[in-house]
């Protein structure tokens, strides 16, 4: 027995499509909207996050915000750590490496009702039925709704880009004159997407009566943005050079800089004092040698995902084209901080960690701190090994609750490559180090292989490595051992900040990406014809003598089916009952390229048209309703019109309620 039919037991007389066939496909130019004098786009990361800015005057200028206070030994600063603080009554306290310090100065037996919450970002890839009230955990273990930590954080965002823009232009900065854009991962279900517009919304960065006012781009769309207007001096060629000089985090990859000109040299450093970059608006040398149909592949290596999208050259005016649906997983960095817990609780015991963690939060975080700049320090040729400071209270607890030293624990655990030095702190040979990266990279090296192999992603020219996690001298060289000189790796400078500043340059220009792969397939529920033999007996549904097949999807779009941004997909529809007064017409989505019927696994509700034509009488001998569906730049709308008297209603499809 197939699924019950949802259809009627929704008990709606329901809609059948109008022959001749319907798949008449506008591609209407999108209304441009109202103009900004700046555009802000944030960056709201895993691990880190950060805004940049650019008036619309001078789009060649990008701004990257303001030094944070705080800031870590060994790790450059310019975003702050995605890290809030609230108060015990659950009002917003702070956020970055203030809402960190002040968690950290805090007496342990106060800091337990505060809650504070870091890498946070990963539960909206995480969670399979996310909603608006999905929950998160503070570090107290206390839970706290994820929306109401995006909006703060939004809204946090929001109050240090309009003050600093205030100073800059020295008069009250008003929020209806910004372009606000955020930047999400490809990889992101249409949901966690949308997740970003609500908490945007609730933070008031945008109203919901001006939706476009705040652009979602994509994380590899902005890095690919960028990476078009890379001049030679501003990157890093794998190709050129070997990765054995390993970068050193001062200079942040500007090893390659090597054979640079003493010119570029200057321009560089004084680039890295101010927070301005110069985009100049011409197509970098880099882009010149890529033609008409050429092919790229950007790798966005974050914090909590890895994006790996396939884009298209299209000349004259270089427009990109999305050749293969994004892919990746949660395969970034934070892979390798739990990596460095299972070895803490190899040594120590599952049982301390997650006591000490819950009673010394604030010291957890200092080891983690302590963690992140020795990992950050390895080395695929490194030799001596990398030194990891106990805080006190580590080691103070671990007597305490093991009745012995830390020194025996490392002494009597088997784990021979991480030993003790008198000086408190763990010292790790650098095999050990490398044994941390090694499932996390393994995972990024097993998906580029993969996508390699697709008929798409062949004769791939160039390969941009970008994202905090490329900066990694040994997630570089395992890219380089993979392609094996297939495709020439390219690393921008201050590969962190890539997609901020491609954020910025796609919400001055959004009509740059064309082409998008559509992630699922959307159609809406109808009643056909019933044929013999062609549909199953338990889809038959008797109206009025008329014998319907009911259930039906019929598809406006497929997944992986290449969608122009902005395109209308319009089909014409009749309601099955001439008499019905109202007209509900619901949509449907799968990941499946080809759905049946509404009622297979896998296909879900994701919003409802109810079109009221009461009191109106049609003259055709049967009532057209248009259906069409405007694919946007993250969301879909949808509308119906009927025919004959140009009623219509509008809505936005929903992911998150159904």
């Not at 994820?146 to 954080?153: K, N, T």
């Not at 800089?257 to 927070?275: D, I, T």
């Not at 490194?382 to 990891?388: E, G, K, S």
């Not at 056909?528 to 259930?551: A, I, Q, S, Y």
Request: aromatic share 10%.
């Amino acid at each position: 027995m197939a699924d019950p039919s949802p259809a009627k037991s929704m008990g709606d007389p329901g809609i059948t499509p109008l022959s001749p066939s319907h798949t008449q496909n506008d591609t209407d130019q999108v209304p441009s909207g109202p103009s900004f004098v700046v555009v802000v786009a944030i960056d709201f990361g895993t691990t880190s996050s950060g805004y940049a800015y650019a008036f619309a005057k001078e789009p060649e200028c990008i701004h990257t915000m303001r030094r944070w206070e705080g800031g870590d030994p060994g790790v450059s600063n310019q975003k702050t750590p995605t890290t809030i603080l609230l108060t015990p009554d659950r009002k917003f306290h702070s956020f970055g490496y203030a809402a960190r310090d002040f968690y950290h100065d805090l007496d342990p037996s106060e800091s337990k009702h505060w809650l504070y919450l870091e890498k946070f970002k990963m539960k909206l890839h995480t969670t399979a039925n996310l909603s608006i009230n999905t929950d998160l955990h503070a570090a107290n273990g206390k839970r706290v709704k994820a929306l109401d930590i995006f909006a703060y954080a939004l809204a946090f965002f929001k109050e240090q880009a309009l003050k600093e823009l205030s100073d800059q232009t020295g008069g009250e900065f008003d929020n209806s004159d910004v372009r606000w854009v955020i930047t999400v991962p490809a990889i992101w279900k249409m949901p966690a997407k949308q997740f970003m517009r609500e908490a945007a919304y609730k933070s008031g960065l945008v109203s919901r009566e001006n939706p476009e006012q705040l652009i979602i781009a994509l994380e590899p769309e902005a890095a690919s943005i960028y990476c078009r207007k890379l001049r030679l001096h501003q990157m890093v060629d794998l190709g050129t050079q070997t990765t054995q000089n390993g970068f050193s985090p001062s200079d942040n990859v500007g090893s390659g800089m090597s054979q640079a000109s003493p010119a570029a040299k200057e321009h560089v450093r004084r680039n890295r004092q101010s927070r301005t970059f110069l985009v100049e608006n011409v197509i970098g040398e880099l882009w010149s040698e890529l033609e008409e149909g050429d092919r790229y592949v950007v790798v966005d290596c974050g914090g909590g995902t890895v994006d790996l999208t396939v884009h298209q050259i299209r000349l004259p005016e270089g427009h990109l084209k999305e050749l293969y649906k994004a892919s990746g997983g949660p395969y970034g960095s934070i892979g390798i901080d739990y990596e460095f817990e299972k070895l803490l609780c190899k040594i120590f015991g599952q049982d301390f960690i997650d006591q000490f963690k819950i009673k010394r939060p604030a010291a957890w975080v200092d080891l983690m701190i302590a963690f992140e700049s020795r990992k950050r320090a390895a080395a695929p040729d490194r030799t001596n090994p990398l030194n990891i400071n106990l805080p006190f209270s580590f080691i103070d607890y671990y007597k305490k609750f093991r009745g012995h030293s830390v020194e025996h624990a490392l002494r009597k655990s088997n784990v021979d490559f991480v030993k003790w030095s008198s000086q408190g702190m763990l010292r790790m040979n650098p095999d050990a180090m490398n044994s941390l990266f090694k499932p996390t990279i393994d995972h990024i090296i097993q998906h580029l292989t993969e996508l390699f192999e697709k008929p798409e992603v062949s004769d791939i020219k160039f390969l941009f490595l970008v994202g905090g996690f490329a900066e990694s001298p040994l997630l570089q060289q395992a890219v380089q051992n993979m392609l094996q000189g297939r495709s020439r790796i390219i690393i921008p400078h201050d590969v962190g900040l890539t997609i901020l500043k491609g954020a910025v340059l796609f919400g001055l220009d959004p009509s740059v990406i064309k082409v998008r792969r559509s992630p699922l397939t959307y159609g809406v529920g109808v009643l056909n014809r019933f044929v013999e033999g062609k549909h199953p007996p338990e889809k038959l549904l008797v109206k009025d003598g008329t014998r319907w097949c009911t259930d039906v999807f019929d598809t406006f779009i497929a997944a992986d089916q290449s969608v122009a941004l902005g395109e209308m997909v319009k089909r014409s529809y009749t309601p099955a009952k001439p008499s019905q007064q109202v007209i509900v017409i619901h949509v449907y989505c799968s990941e499946k390229e080809n759905a049946g019927f509404i009622s297979e696994p896998g296909v879900r509700k994701c919003g409802t048209l109810r079109l009221d034509v009461s009191g109106t009488e049609s003259t055709a001998a049967r009532r057209e309703i248009q259906t069409l569906m405007q694919f946007g730049d993250t969301e879909i709308r949808a509308m119906a019109v009927d025919v004959s008297t140009g009623r219509t209603v509008k809505a936005s499809i929903d992911f998150l309620s159904h």
